[in-house]
């Protein structure tokens, strides 16, 4: 089943006057269980892709469905929603709340998404133990070093009960076993995450067998 498609994706920034083609009839399906890297260097339009497959962005033409939803139907209002409820954000800024502590940061889609107390409380242990950041639990992000506010980001955006978390450079500045914990996480939930260091744009479904690997070139 496919978790993700797109259908003739195409983005042109500056329509009407000189037309600069980011994104150009792109296809892509991505199922349940699977790892895909699109490859591609600095401006070839992975960032572009990735905020589009997140509802952050429109394209000029083609369609997107997630999880059977079709966001070109959605209004403004309705995509807030649905971004909402179906996906995290890993934003290179991090986005942190710096009066939150690690554990506040790291349960606050959730307490939005009315998740109860006990759930809560479950999934951030499981998160930020997946991540190594027990022990700065009751820290705030000006206490934390850059690479611990991005895994703060990384588990607040998995800890969404929605179908995807959009990701950007987030693996660069984490070491392997931070990154095998992180898709133990994702086995829930969906991962899409944009590595700018390696010119790779790394999309993850939920896992209920071995992953695989299959690159695409844009």
């Known amino acids: 089943m496919n978790v993700i498609e797109a259908r ?4 042109i920034y500056d329509k009407d006057k000189i037309p600069v083609y980011a994104l150009r009839g792109i296809d892509l399906d991505i199922q349940q ?8 260097p600095s401006g070839s339009g992975k960032t572009t892709l990735l905020n589009i ?16 939803q079709i966001l070109n139907n959605l209004s403004e209002n309705e995509l807030i ?8 954000f890993v934003f ?16 606050f889609v959730m307490l939005l998404q009315g998740i109860a107390k006990p759930a809560r409380d479950r999934r951030v242990l499981e998160l930020l133990t997946e991540v190594g950041l027990m022990d700065k639990i009751d820290k705030r992000p000006s206490e934390l070093s850059g690479g611990q506010q991005q895994r703060v980001a990384v588990a607040r955006a998995l800890g969404s009960t929605g179908q995807m978390a959009a990701a950007m450079a987030w693996r660069a500045t984490v070491n392997s076993s931070v990154r095998a914990g992180v898709t133990r996480c994702a086995r829930n939930g ?29």
């Open 190 to 218: 969906l991962a899409v995450g944009s590595d700018c260091s390696s010119g790779q744009l790394s999309v993850m479904t939920p896992l209920d067998r071995g992953a695989s690997s299959t690159p695409m070139t844009k």
């Open 53 to 68: 497959l997140g509802g952050l962005d429109r394209p000029t033409d083609g369609m997107i469905k997630i999880d059977n």
């Open 33 to 40: 269980g699977e790892f895909t890297a699109i490859m591609g």
């Open 81 to 88: 929603k649905f971004r909402q409820k179906s996906i995290g």
């Open 8 to 11: 003739n994706v195409t983005k």
């Open 92 to 107: 290179q800024s991090y986005n942190l709340i710096p009066v939150l502590t690690v554990r506040e940061n790291t349960e």
